[in-house]
């Protein structure tokens, strides 16, 4: 069964920090990866789209990294502000109908 | 564009009455899909539309639920009769070719009471 995992479920970091928040899946076999932003009650903000060619792609503060072989992609954000405090969702999609299975997310805080 | 747009924004109905939720996506977009969100069961595709065709209902949970696509610019997701445990965020996303990246709308938050 292809599946997606994302752990930790929760994470709290001071403000300024650099952190890495964790997506596996379990097919490797992928088509491409996307990660999402989800702000509470609001709709999901696409972050990052890496195709199964890439190893990573980076927009401002974020990068996120594919590793195909070993299941996993990351995301990284670089000096953590409280306004990135959100829900962090990882998408796969493993066939060219872009239809997409999602981890269960991790929920940052960013303290001040 | 105006992103993905979704109405109503909330909505609730009483157990047995029909419920309509609709979408329209971004204008070019040839793929559609409807997500649904639950605190046990998190994000799930419901029903993908390619160029306004159903290509995967597979994760529609049951026949109380149907979804259409008349044209390119609008969808509808049906559910009759609404029950208590289908109260959650119903999500839209469009894509503008396989393989792109999906845009989601603001979601439809439904509570069958």
């Known amino acids: 069964k292809q599946e997606v995992t994302q752990i930790p479920a929760a994470l709290s970091v001071p403000e300024g920090e650099n952190l890495v928040l964790n997506c596996s899946f379990t097919?490797?076999?992928?088509?491409?990866l996307q990660w999402f932003r989800q702000d509470p009650g609001k709709g999901l903000t696409s972050l990052l789209l890496i195709q199964s060619s890439q190893r990573e792609q980076t927009s401002g503060r974020l990068n996120a990294s594919l590793d195909k072989s070993s299941g996993r992609s990351t995301l990284y954000i670089a000096a953590s502000q409280p306004g990135d405090s959100a829900t962090y969702l990882c998408?796969?999609?493993?066939?060219?109908?872009?239809?997409?299975?999602f981890g269960g997310g991790t929920r940052l805080m960013v303290k001040p | 564009d105006a992103g993905v747009i979704q109405s109503p924004r909330h909505e609730v109905t009483e157990m047995g009455q029909e419920v309509t939720l609709r979408c329209k996506p971004i204008?070019?977009?040839?793929?559609l899909f409807w997500y649904r969100q639950t605190m046990m069961r998190g994000l799930e595709l419901l029903i993908y539309f390619n160029n306004n065709v159903p290509i995967d209902d597979s994760g529609m949970p049951e026949d109380r639920f149907s979804a259409k696509m008349p044209n390119a610019s609008f969808s509808t997701l049906k559910i009759q009769p609404s029950e208590p445990r289908d109260s959650a965020v119903y999500f839209c996303?469009?894509?503008?070719?396989?393989?792109?990246?999906?845009?989601f709308g603001q979601g439809t938050r439904l509570t069958v009471v």
């Open positions: 996303a469009s894509s503008f070719v396989t393989g792109a990246e999906a845009f």
């Open positions: 204008s070019g977009h040839n793929s």
């Open positions: 998408a796969v999609n493993w066939n060219a109908g872009n239809m997409l299975t």
């Open positions: 097919d490797s076999a992928i088509y491409n």
